[in-house]
C-alpha cells in the first residue's frame, strides 16, 4: 500500500507510527497479535468459531467456554501466559491468523495434510471422528447409504471433505452450511437427509434437543481425528510455548481430567 505516497508523506507515516508504538508499547515485536499483560506475562490473541457447542460455545452471559477453552485455559496456566479470546467465526479464523490478528486459533481444527501446508499446528491435544446424525425414522445405516442422499455439512471442514469424497467435490447433494449448527438445521428442515460433522458436537445437539426425533449413524470408514491449535506458518516460538503447555497437563493429568480420556 505504502508504495503509492510520496516520500514526504512516507517519511511522516513512519514517524507517526513511531509515536504510536512507542505510546501503546503494547505489541510484540515478533509475534503479531501477543501483547503484554499488567503482570508482565505475555498475552496470545486467540481466535475462534463459538458456534461448536461442546467444544466452544457463547454462554448465557457472552462468554466464550467449552472443553476447547477449557484446554487452551490449562495450557496457558501451565506455560506461563495469558489468553484473550476472540469469535472469528469458522472461514475468518485462517485470513485472521495470516493477517496476524490473531496469535493461533482453537476451534475444534483436525490436524491434516491439507491445512498442513498452510499452518503449522500444536501437537494433539483432542481426538475426535465423524458421525452422522438423522431422522428417527431414517433408512441410513453407513455412509455408504450417504450416496444417492443430500448431505449437510459445516462448510470447509473434515466432514465436509469426507462427503466430497463420497458424493463427488461438485456434487449438488452436498448442502454446506456456515456453522454446524445451521448444518443440522438444514436436516431437520428436510433440506437434507443426514448431516455429518465431529461426533462431540452431533451428540451434544442430540442431548440438548430430546425432543427433536434424531439418531445417530458411526461407521468405521471415518478415521480418528486429532485436533491441534493452529498457527501462523513459521512462527515456531508460538509453537513451541504452546507444546510446552500441552505436554505439562498431559503430564499432570490436567488433560485427562478436562477431556475424560488419555490423548497420546
Known amino acids: 500500500m505504502g508504495r503509492t505516497f510520496k516520500h514526504i508523506l512516507l517519511l511522516a507515516g513512519v514517524f507517526c507510527l513511531s509515536i504510536v508504538v512507542v505510546a501503546c508499547g503494547t505489541k510484540s515485536d515478533t509475534n503479531g497479535a501477543s501483547k503484554s499483560s499488567t503482570d508482565g ?3 496470545l490473541i486467540v481466535g475462534t468459531d ?5 467444544m ?6 457472552g462468554n466464550i467456554v467449552g472443553i476447547d477453552i477449557d484446554i487452551v485455559n490449562a495450557i ?5 501466559f495469558e489468553v484473550e479470546y476472540k469469535n472469528y467465526g469458522w472461514e475468518p479464523l485462517f485470513p485472521a491468523l495470516d493477517n496476524e490478528e490473531i496469535d493461533f486459533a482453537v476451534s475444534s481444527i483436525t490436524i491434516d495434510e491439507e491445512r498442513k501446508q498452510s499452518f503449522d499446528f500444536s501437537d494433539p491435544y483432542f481426538i475426535a471422528n465423524q458421525l452422522i446424525l438423522i431422522q428417527e425414522s431414517s433408512d441410513v445405516t453407513s455412509f455408504d447409504d450417504l450416496k444417492d442422499k443430500k448431505v449437510s455439512v459445516q462448510i470447509n471442514t473434515t466432514g465436509h471433505k469426507a462427503v ?3 458424493l463427488g467435490k461438485t ?6 452450511a456456515e456453522t454446524m449448527p445451521l448444518a443440522i438445521s438444514e436436516m431437520i428442515n428436510g433440506n437434507a437427509d443426514a448431516a455429518v460433522g465431529d461426533n462431540a458436537v452431533i451428540i451434544e445437539y442430540k442431548v440438548n434437543n430430546p425432543k427433536v426425533k434424531l439418531k445417530t449413524v458411526e461407521d468405521n470408514s471415518f478415521e480418528k481425528e486429532y485436533y491441534g491449535l493452529m498457527v501462523k506458518k513459521g512462527n515456531q516460538e508460538i509453537v513451541d510455548l504452546l507444546n510446552e503447555g500441552i505436554k505439562k497437563i498431559k503430564e499432570n493429568g490436567k488433560l485427562k481430567e478436562i477431556t475424560g480420556f488419555d490423548v497420546k
Open 164 to 166: 466430497k469424497e463420497l
Open 50 to 54: 463459538a458456534t461448536y457447542a461442546p
Open 76 to 80: 496457558a496456566e501451565a506455560a506461563g
Open 171 to 176: 456434487s449438488k447433494n452436498i448442502v454446506a
Open 41 to 43: 506475562k505475555k498475552k
Open 56 to 61: 466452544e460455545y457463547m454462554d448465557a452471559k
